[in-house]
């Protein structure tokens, strides 16, 4: 059973970090594609960053670039994300998802989906 857990969200103010990380278990890891999405009270849910089953490849959304760092531990079955400068408009739940595509910004195309993580930032 594939299990994606996602922890470390929390109350930040404007300008501040957080870092965001997401536990695996279940599957082959390092052959994933990782990513998070984050998903915006009445918003569709939309792709924050992607990063390949080695690392060599990343994306982010444009809205995040400069800002936010995908990174993976493929001895620990890790995803991070670390998340700096944050805005209000940042406020989301954050999801971590996996994929067995190379690399994808599509949510239909990622199998696997944590239950979330909560981040809110205040003005």
């Known amino acids: 059973q594939v299990q994606l857990v996602e922890s470390g969200g929390g109350l930040v103010q404007a300008r501040g970090s957080l870092r965001l990380s997401c536990a695996a278990s279940?599957?082959?890891?390092?052959?994933?594609?990782m990513a998070w999405f984050r998903q915006a009270p009445g918003k569709e849910r939309e792709f924050v960053a992607a990063?390949?089953?080695?690392?060599?490849?990343?994306s982010y959304a444009d809205s995040v670039k400069g800002r936010f760092t995908i990174s993976r531990d493929n001895a620990k079955n890790t995803v991070a994300l670390q998340m700096n400068s944050l805005e209000p408009e940042d406020t989301a739940v954050y999801y971590c998802?996996?994929?067995?595509?190379?690399?994808?910004?599509?949510?239909?195309?990622?199998?696997?989906w944590g239950q979330g993580t909560q981040v809110t930032v205040s003005s």
């Open positions: 279940g599957l082959t890891f390092s052959t994933y594609l």
């Open positions: 998802a996996a994929s067995i595509a190379i690399m994808t910004t599509r949510r239909e195309v990622y199998k696997y």
């Open positions: 990063i390949s089953r080695s690392s060599g490849t990343i």
